[in-house]
């Protein structure tokens, strides 16, 4: 059974940094890409950042340049570095697993979600 984390939202002022993590059960990445998606209040859920069992990367246009995914396989844990940050990225934080190719949400497996409040 897929089982997903993520922890280290808070608060932070507008410029600051954050580094969220996603914990997954063993073997998960190695199976799934992993991918973080954001959920502002009142808005739909969007996709944010993608990182494949490869390595390979993929961003939102709004997040490019300021956050960087990557991930630790021997810790099962993905991170999504975020920096520069701007009051619009905040919201609710979770990853999520994805097919090989960071196209669609597989397994519907989703974690708690972790809070980013991004003060300006």
């Known amino acids: 059974e897929v089982q997903l984390a993520e922890s280290g939202g808070g608060l932070v002022q507008a410029g600051g940094s954050l580094r969220l993590s996603c914990a997954a059960s063993?073997?998960?990445?190695?199976?799934?890409?992993i991918g973080w998606f954001r959920q502002a209040a009142g808005k739909e859920r969007e996709g944010v950042s993608c990182?494949?069992?490869?390595?390979?990367?993929f961003y939102t246009d709004s997040v490019k340049g300021r956050f960087t995914v990557s991930s630790d396989n021997a810790k099962n844990t993905v991170y999504l570095q975020m920096n520069s940050l701007k009051p619009e990225d905040t919201g609710v934080y979770y990853c999520?697993?994805?097919?090989?190719?960071?196209?669609?949400?597989?397994?519907?497996?989703w974690g708690q979600g972790t809070q980013v409040t991004v003060s300006s």
């Open positions: 999520a697993t994805e097919d090989y190719y960071c196209e669609a949400v597989v397994n519907d497996t």
């Open positions: 990182i494949t069992s490869g390595g390979s990367t």
């Open positions: 063993e073997f998960t990445l190695d199976a799934y890409a």
